[in-house]
């Protein structure tokens, strides 16, 4: 389990650092703890900037789910069986 947490915390991160990257803003270090992280940035003196950023988190985490999803399905596998054991 703690693998799919990871990873899904991971590219939620990526997506922050990416986008700040892509809006032309520094991107210092990625930090990543058990059940959290958070992307140090640099700030931008436009707010249009830092909202991208701040939905580009989700917006991967979205789309790491959807390829979740999609590979369960294509698999005609059932999500209650990651959690049994």
């Known amino acids: 389990m703690f693998l799919f947490i990871g990873t899904s915390v991971l590219f939620h991160e990526f997506g922050h650092a990416v ?6 803003l520094r991107v210092y270090r ?3 703890g058990i059940y959290f992280g ?6 931008s003196s436009n707010p ?3 909202l ?4 580009a988190g989700p ?3 979205l789309l790491l789910a959807l390829l979740g999803l999609t590979v369960f399905y294509a698999n ?3 999500i209650s069986a990651l ?3």
């Open 19 to 24: 986008m700040a990257l892509r809006r032309g």
């Open 38 to 43: 958070y992307t140090v940035r640099e700030r």
């Open 83 to 85: 959690f049994s054991s």
């Open 76 to 78: 005609n596998l059932q």
């Open 48 to 50: 249009k900037d830092d």
């Open 59 to 61: 917006a991967a985490s």
């Open 52 to 55: 991208l950023v701040a939905m």
């Open 30 to 32: 990625i930090v990543l």
